[in-house]
């Protein structure tokens, strides 16, 4: 007899094997379910490749590709809450497939996964959601995002936006907490986040005699200063040691800052600085302490312009007298005065008091002569409404100046009397400091804005609320769990 016949014989005396009670019920449920878990993982795949295809159309491929009804959803691409939302559902089909946790019931599954999901998140790279965010977009929007409330928008230590177009401030930005929220715009792409300090860097000063204004952002706009709490680095969201900028140079190589008396900290003149070393360049002290008054550096910063009581002096940095001249009322257009071609100085008059409900007269922008202090040919410009706050934000071209007037910004070219109109602010905005280096780049249509990972306050909200609902949910499973097991003991 060969091996095969004994092998046969040896089979069919043996007892056929005893399969569970249910067997074949719930392989049948077993592959029902990685049916429906295979065509929901097919499914969120191919929603995901449709919608970075359309997103990376440009704006008309997604409005195409999506219901009107969903903008905000589809067109923010994996970085928005359509993309939050297919995250969610990949956790629970890969719960349903997973087999290899004790017990394997459903429920542990879920959980499973669902603290899968919250370590990813958290462990997400600085600067990014979970799957990144919007990139690659050259321009300053057309238009700006204004949520109600911006409780849930990454803050900057959590998720950097890196260099920056612009930030802003105002009652719109402020929490129910937080009266010093600062709004950043990232300078490739529509990506929030926000910076909360006590006082607000960007308000604008009301009065005449401390209407001075510093700048926030660096011009390549990477390094921002908030006055009171340091410089920090949008790249890595983390504070950096040197000196807090009132003035910077076009290249960012040279700060100029105010020099204080370490006895009671006034303001006793500035110093032009190195940043790279250091290095105080010059000294320009006052003749009497209090300071205040505006100043700006040159954009190669060789020059430096401060406001003397009241003239103007433009100090050489290497060392030299300064060019003088009177500015009867006038001021220095904020620290980024000067025209990239180091010729011209903005110069702006404001009234006395914005916004304290004081009879005020209306303001005025010029553009003078660096070297004596006269109005060039069409640098003359039509009187501006009342009671508005006006922070010149720099140079768009050789002839074009940029000038935050209200609630808009405006574009003021030498040789025409009125502005044309570059962007509009949104409603209770009324401040707004925009990276010099980006004031040349096109207009683009605004998408869908993204905000970055929840912050810690959202978690923590959720850890509150969700924490007891998910242990009092944990607790009816366990106690329905713990009375079957005793029925069935029971029976047996």
């Known amino acids: 007899m060969s091996l095969r016949e004994q092998l046969r014989a040896v089979a069919e005396t043996e007892p056929p094997p005893a399969l569970p009670e249910g067997f074949f019920v719930r392989s049948r449920r077993r592959a029902h379910r990685r049916r429906l878990a295979g065509t929901g993982l097919l499914a969120v795949a191919v929603a995901t490749a ?18 009107t009804v969903l903008p905000g959803l589809v067109g923010a691409g994996l970085g928005g809450p359509l993309g939050w939302a297919l995250l969610a559902v990949l956790l629970m089909l890969l719960a349903v497939l997973w087999r290899d946790l004790p017990r394997r019931s459903l429920v542990r599954r879920l959980a499973a996964a669902a603290v899968v999901g919250v370590l990813l998140i958290l462990a ?101 200063s908030a006055s009171g709490y340091g410089v920090f680095d949008l790249v890595t969201g983390e504070p950096v040691t040197g000196p807090v900028a009132r003035a910077w140079s076009a290249d960012g190589r040279r700060v100029a800052r105010a020099a204080t008396d370490p006895a009671d900290g006034s303001q006793i003149g500035w110093q032009v600085v190195d940043r790279a070393t250091g290095q105080i360049l010059r000294t320009i002290p006052y003749e009497e302490p209090g300071g205040g008054a505006t100043a700006a550096l040159s954009p190669d910063g060789s020059r430096f312009a401060v406001e003397h009581r009241d003239g103007v002096e433009v100090y050489p940095v290497a060392g030299g007298m300064p ?34 409900g004081q009879p005020t007269s209306p303001t005025e922008i010029r553009v003078v002569d660096v070297e004596t202090g006269a109005t060039v040919t069409g640098g003359a410009f039509a009187p501006l409404p009342a009671d508005v706050a006006v922070r010149v934000q720099g140079w768009r071209a050789p002839d074009q100046l940029v000038v935050q007037v209200g609630g808009a910004v405006e574009v003021f070219t030498l040789g025409r009397a009125t502005p044309s109109r570059l962007l509009t602010l949104p409603a209770g ?13 096109p207009l683009r249509p605004a998408e869908p804005a993204t905000y970055g990972p929840p912050n810690l306050f959202v978690w923590l909200t959720l850890g509150a609320c969700g924490g007891p609902v998910l242990l009092a949910v944990a607790g009816d499973w366990w106690l329905r769990r713990r009375r079957v097991r005793r029925r069935e003991e029971a029976a047996q």
């Open 50 to 67: 449709g919608l970075e295809l359309a997103h990376g159309g440009g704006t008309a491929a997604v409005e195409a590709a999506a219901p």
């Open 124 to 224: 997400a790279p600085p600067g990014t959601a979970l799957w990144g965010e919007p990139r690659g977009r050259v321009g300053l929007p057309d238009r700006l995002a204004a949520p109600d409330q911006w409780w849930s928008v990454a803050e900057l230590q959590q998720s950097p936006p890196g260099p920056v177009a612009l930030v802003y401030s105002g009652r719109a930005t402020h929490g129910n907490l937080e009266e010093g929220r600062v709004v950043m715009l990232a300078a490739d792409g529509d990506r929030y986040r926000v910076l909360d300090v006590f006082s607000d860097p960007l308000e604008q000063l009301v009065h005449e005699e401390s209407a001075s204004t510093w700048p926030v952002l660096s011009p390549d706009g990477r390094l921002l």
């Open 323 to 356: 060019v003088a001249w009177p500015r009867d009322g006038w001021r220095l257009g904020d620290s980024t005065a000067w025209s990239p071609d180091g010729r011209l100085l903005a110069m702006v008059r404001r009234t006395a008091c914005v916004g304290c």
């Open 429 to 441: 905005v009324s401040a707004i400091e925009i990276a010099t280096s980006r004031l040349a780049d």
